[in-house]
């Protein structure tokens, strides 16, 4: 199958990781179908992916945080493009800093795990039947490593979100050892941002994106978690690419 037959659906694909991800995807040769609830989001995506890549750029607005829209939203993605082959989740949120636990409402705790874990268990249930049985398939999910420790005071919200994607990762792992779909795991272990917000150590989205791009793209590995601390890890695995 070539890129031009594979379809990507891209979960959380208007963020600043997602963003990254469809781009390199894109210039890749792969379809690509992205849902975000804000259209204002989707608009700013297709104007920031290459302009000649842009005919394979499907958007749909929808939440795939909640069971029933979901449905609704699965729907209008096999309308659209018929059939799905590989599907990356990196739905969330860039960072959390609201303040250590005795300062915090339930509320507050309900919304970080509702947008970092209940929206991905949530979308994963509903989608991966999609791409389960097939091993030209994928599913791949971006993961932070804020989930094995405290990143900074007042972030523990933001590990505790974290920890519990990394958790539910492991779980498919450990559950379904012998699913044909290539199921693997991006853990970043940095800052991930566009160029115009970069800090030292961070990974560029774009970039971060073609390293993602490449591993789906390849198809070698399953079960597997891919860590990356640095840009040295990106080009690590370009490099494979190119071997
Ligand atoms: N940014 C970083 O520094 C960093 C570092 C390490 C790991 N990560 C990982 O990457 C993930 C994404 O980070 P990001 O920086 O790209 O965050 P972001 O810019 O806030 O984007 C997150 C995306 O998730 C989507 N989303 C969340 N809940 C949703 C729902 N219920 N229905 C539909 N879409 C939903 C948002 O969709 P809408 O468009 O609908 O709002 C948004 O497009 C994080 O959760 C984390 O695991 C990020």
């Known amino acids: 199958m070539s890129n031009s037959d594979r379809v990507v659906l891209a979960l ?14 894109l210039d890749r040769g792969f379809r690509v179908v992205v849902i975000s609830r804000d259209s204002n989001r989707l608009e700013k995506l297709k104007g920031f992916v290459s302009p000649s890549t ?34 990356v989740s990196s739905l969330g949120f860039s960072w959390w800093q609201g ?7 339930l509320k507050e705790l309900h919304w970080v795990l509702e ?11 509903a989608f991966f039947p999609l791409v389960r049985d097939d091993p030209n398939c994928t599913y791949t999910f971006i993961t932070g490593g804020a ?5 900074m005071p007042g972030t523990g919200f933001l590990t505790v979100g974290a920890a519990s994607a990394l958790a539910f990762c492991q779980v ?14 991006v853990k970043i272990n940095t800052g991930v941002a566009p160029p115009e917000r970069m ?21 070698t590995s399953s079960h597997t978690v891919f860590t990356m601390n ?4 990106l080009k690590t695995i370009l490099l494979e690419d190119n071997m």
Not at 202 to 213: K, P, Q, R, S, T
């Open 230 to 233: 640095s840009p040295a890890d």
């Open 12 to 25: 959380g694909g208007a963020g600043t990781v997602g963003s990254g991800i469809v781009k390199a995807f």
């Open 199 to 219: 800090a030292p150590g961070y990974l560029n989205h774009v970039d971060l994106g073609e390293a993602v791009a490449a591993l789906v793209e390849r198809r």
């Open 172 to 185: 498919l792992r450990e559950e379904y050892p012998d699913v044909p779909c290539k199921l693997n795991q």
């Open 147 to 151: 989930g094995e420790k405290l990143l």
């Open 54 to 87: 842009k005919d394979r750029l499907i958007t749909l607005v929808g939440n795939v945080g909640s069971e029933e829209e979901v449905e609704v939203a699965k729907q209008a993605v096999l309308k659209a493009v018929g059939k799905v082959t590989d599907i």
């Open 99 to 105: 303040g250590p636990p005795h300062t915090q409402t």
């Open 115 to 125: 947008t970092l874990i209940l929206s991905t268990f949530v979308s994963w249930k």
